[in-house]
T-cell receptor
Framework: NAGVTQTPKFQVLKTGQSMTLQCAQD?????MYWYRQDPGMGLRLIYY???????DKGEVPNGYNVSRLNKREFSLRLESAAPSQTSVYFC?????????FGPGTRLTVT | KNQVEQSPQSLIILEGKNCTLQ??????????LRWYKQDTGRGPVSLTI?????NTKSNGRYTATLDADTKQSSLHITASQLSDSASYIC???????????FGRGTSLIVHP
């Protein structure tokens, strides 16, 4: 089992460019999450999907969109990247109380 | 507002020594509390999960305690190793919520 996988691992964008971060899990979990982690701050929830076919906003959703493509995949899209979106992005899936995190995508917006 | 406060912010200890990290929370109604270890450049990995009825749980050299009355938890690391150098994150979930509340973490450095 690969667990939670994320692509790409690193990305540099110019302001205004768009991109999609991909996430997949092979643990048959219903719930999936996107977080961002900035220096000195805790992980902050961007969006989550409690089950296939549903998505909901988290704490910091502005500037992002998500798609729960199927039970395995949950993507995060930046339509027009801004320097404030420079961060490390983590995808997670959960079963019961336990959350399993991917390795992260380090995004820099110049 | 639900909050999780961790202390200290950072800690430096010598290899072989013990240490204790603290977590205070205001999340209500309480469902569960988790401790995660995050190595530099990696995603968080779960160490322990505790629900309301549990007041201590161990995972090898890691022992977590929970006092639901005072809303405090601690993570005790015994006989520290260089590989324990990481950020330790306390996460608390409210009953019925999909959105956990994360602490900012304690950065632990273990020196040889």
């Amino acid at each position: 089992n690969a667990g939670v996988t994320q692509t790409p691992k690193f990305q540099v964008l110019k302001t205004g460019q768009s991109m999609t971060l991909q996430c997949a899990q092979d643990m048959n979990h219903n719930s999936m999450y996107w977080y961002r982690q900035d220096p000195g701050m805790g992980l902050r929830l961007i969006y989550y999907s409690a089950s296939e076919g549903t998505t909901d906003k988290g704490e910091v959703p502005n500037g992002y969109n998500v798609s729960r493509l199927n039970k395995r995949e949950f993507s995060l899209r930046l339509e027009s990247a801004a320097p404030s979106q420079t961060s490390v992005y983590f995808c997670a899936s959960s079963w019961d109380y336990e959350q399993y995190f991917g390795p992260g995508t380090r995004l820099t917006v110049t | 507002k639900n909050q999780v406060e961790q202390s200290p912010q950072s800690l430096i200890i010598l290899e072989g020594k013990n240490c204790t990290l603290q977590c205070n929370y205001t999340v209500s109604p309480f469902s569960n509390l988790r401790w995660y270890k995050q190595d530099t450049g990696r995603g968080p990995v779960s160490l322990t999960i505790m629900t309301f009825s549990e007041n201590t749980k161990s995972n090898g050299r890691y022992t977590a305690t929970l006092d639901a009355d005072t809303k405090q938890s601690s993570l005790h690391i015994t006989a520290s190793q260089l590989s324990d150098s990481a950020s330790y994150i306390c996460v608390v979930s409210a009953r019925g919520s999909y959105i956990p509340t994360f602490g900012r973490g304690t950065s632990l450095i273990v020196h040889p």
